[in-house]
């Protein structure tokens, strides 16, 4: 933390290295500012890029009379972590980005879904189907083992999409990553630091083998708009964990199962009772919270027609020749995700899910409080 603190010191304007629990920021300005650099084809500087440390976005002000737009919420210094993920220097929490941003503004008004999917290949699946059939017996724990790493060979490598977004942009990557970590943990591959924390493997019953579909949606408290309609106010942890059960056929097909296992369920309530838990010890989970509310801020925009209110047509955010931006590498395909359990006989396959976000169709069905 304090190697954090010296190069937030060296590195950002003393004004932004501050704690703030309200930091507004200028869109219009920013994008104004972003233009110097973008004519020099430079990259902005860090304080623009992160967004002068905004952590979230609490509110949404609209000035007609000035022609501006700005969004609001806590922030701080930040630098990077250990492993070179940005955070903040006393919460570890990450600031929001600049295209992040950026994308969401390009893609929430042309895509009703943005979001990601992992998913096994149809004979990936016939493979790991017909060795569980093979080997769902009672055995011990060496031959158990054994099963695992026959199991994971079997089921391969999974296929990555994303839509809506994208495949090479940041927005993307957070996506896949917080999908694919949360896969990880539900099997116990990887264990978040928290007291009384139990994956999906420790609360499933012994011979348990259904395999499990889980994806994350967004979940708001509640949308507020002052009664002038200049203010709009968002509340709640963004995301919540969804999860089903399902049935793969001999060839390799799935379906939804009739019913969802308990274990199942639980660990989904578990998930999102506790993400902000989880988001703290882990900080690509705060991560698709500020994606989730960039692409609520965009699908607002649309919706109440805030850049036309204020006479902004973002015509550099907009353009993709004029304001490139860097590309990351979001993966096509990643490794199977399973785990055994040595106390009992059951081996559990994890398959399928992601993260789907509809902004548009959630601003539709929300009624603004006043």
Not at 246 to 264: D, I, L, M, P, W
């Amino acid at each position: 933390q304090k190697r954090q603190e010296a190069l937030a010191a060296e590195n950002l304007p003393s004004d932004v290295n501050v704690s703030s629990p309200v930091r507004k920021v200028s869109l219009v300005r920013l994008e104004r500012a972003s233009r110097e650099f973008a004519n020099q084809n430079k990259h902005v500087p860090t304080e623009m890029q992160f967004l002068a440390g905004l952590q979230r976005i609490d509110y949404v002000f609209v000035y007609p009379e000035t022609g501006d737009l700005v969004i609001a919420g806590p922030a701080e210094g930040f630098a990077p972590n250990a492993i070179g993920r940005v955070v903040g220097t006393s919460t570890g929490r990450p600031p929001l980005r600049l295209d992040d941003l950026i994308v969401a503004l390009r893609t929430i008004p042309q895509s009703s879904l943005v979001g990601c999917s992992i998913d096994p290949t149809d004979e990936g699946l016939a493979r790991f189907n017909e060795y569980l059939n093979r080997n769902s017996f009672a055995t011990t724990v060496a031959v158990i083992q054994q099963r695992f790493r026959e199991m994971t060979r079997a089921m391969g490598t999974q296929n990555v999409t994303v839509f809506g977004v994208p495949t090479d942009s940041h927005f993307a990557s957070v996506l896949v990553e917080a999908d694919y970590r949360m896969k990880l943990m539900s099997v116990g591959l990887e264990q978040p630091k928290l007291a009384r924390w139990k994956s999906h493997l420790q609360l499933s019953g012994t011979g348990e083998n259904t395999l499990q579909r889980w994806w994350f949606t967004p979940l708001y408290d509640q949308f507020q708009q002052s009664e002038d309609g200049n203010a709009f106010g968002f509340s709640g942890q963004r995301v919540q964990l969804m999860s089903q059960s399902e049935q793969v056929s001999a060839s390799g097909k799935r379906s939804a199962a009739a019913f969802t296992a308990q274990s199942t369920a639980k660990f989904a309530r578990q998930f999102t009772e506790r993400y902000e838990e989880v988001a703290d010890v882990s900080p690509i989970f705060a991560e698709l919270q500020n994606i989730i509310d960039l692409a609520i801020l965009a699908a607002l925009f649309e919706k109440e027609r805030l850049p036309q209110r204020v006479n902004w047509s973002m015509q550099l955010f907009l353009n993709e020749d004029q304001a490139p931006l860097a590309k990351g590498n979001s993966p096509s395909k990643v490794a199977s995700v399973c785990n055994y359990r040595k106390a009992g006989s059951g081996i559990i396959g994890l398959v399928g899910g992601g993260v789907t976000i509809s902004p548009q169709r959630l601003l539709r069905q929300v009624t603004f409080d006043r």
